[in-house]
C-alpha cells in the first residue's frame, strides 16, 4: 500500500531525526568529486548547475549520487529557458507550408521542459512548499551533546 514519499537520509540528518540510526545500512558516498558539472550539459544548463550546487552543498543534501538528478533538473531548465526565448521570437502561433494557423510545436516542449523542472524542484527541496518540509541545517558527526541528547536503548 503507497504511503508517503520516503524521506532521504540526508534530511532526517539534517533535521536531527530519531530515524537515521535506522538507516545505517544505506549505501555511503564519497563525494569528493560529486559536484563536477557532466560535461553533456549546455551552457545554460551550466550556468544553473554553478548556481545550484553551491546551494545543495551549503544545505547538505548534496552527495555524488545526487549528481545525475540536479544534472537533468539543470538541463529541463535550460531546456525552458530555450523553448520560452524562441517562442517570444516566433510567437505561440505558427503558419504552416500550407498557410494553416497551427500552435507553435515550441509550446509542447516548453510544457513538457517546466514540468520536468518541476518534478526535479520538489525532488531536489528547492520549491518553498518542499523546502518548508525540509529545515536543512549542519550536523556535526562527532557532536560531544549527541551521547546526550539521543535515545538510549535500555535492555
Known amino acids: 500500500m503507497p504511503g508517503p514519499q520516503r524521506t532521504a537520509t540526508a534530511e532526517l540528518k539534517a533535521r536531527g531525526s530519531r530515524y537515521v540510526r535506522q538507516r545505517d545500512n544505506e549505501p555511503q558516498y564519497d563525494d569528493s568529486r560529486g559536484d563536477m558539472c557532466p560535461g ?58 500550407k498557410g494553416e494557423r497551427r500552435r507553435n510545436p515550441l509550446t509542447t516542449v516548453q510544457r513538457d521542459a517546466r514540468t520536468a523542472m518541476l518534478r526535479y524542484i520538489q525532488e531536489l527541496g528547492l520549491s518553498p512548499a518542499s523546502r518548508s518540509k525540509v529545515q536543512a541545517r549542519s550536523v556535526e558527526k562527532n557532536d560531544p551533546t549527541e551521547k546526550f541528547l539521543s535515545p538510549r536503548i535500555v535492555s
Open 40 to 97: 553533456w550539459l549546455t551552457s545554460e544548463a551550466r550556468v544553473e548547475w554553478d548556481r545550484i550546487v553551491p546551494i545543495l552543498l551549503a544545505a547538505g543534501v548534496f552527495t555524488v549520487a545526487d549528481r545525475s538528478v540536479v544534472a537533468a533538473y539543470c538541463q529541463s531548465l535550460a531546456d525552458y529557458q530555450v523553448a520560452t526565448v524562441a517562442l517570444t521570437a516566433e510567437g505561440t502561433i505558427v503558419e504552416t507550408k
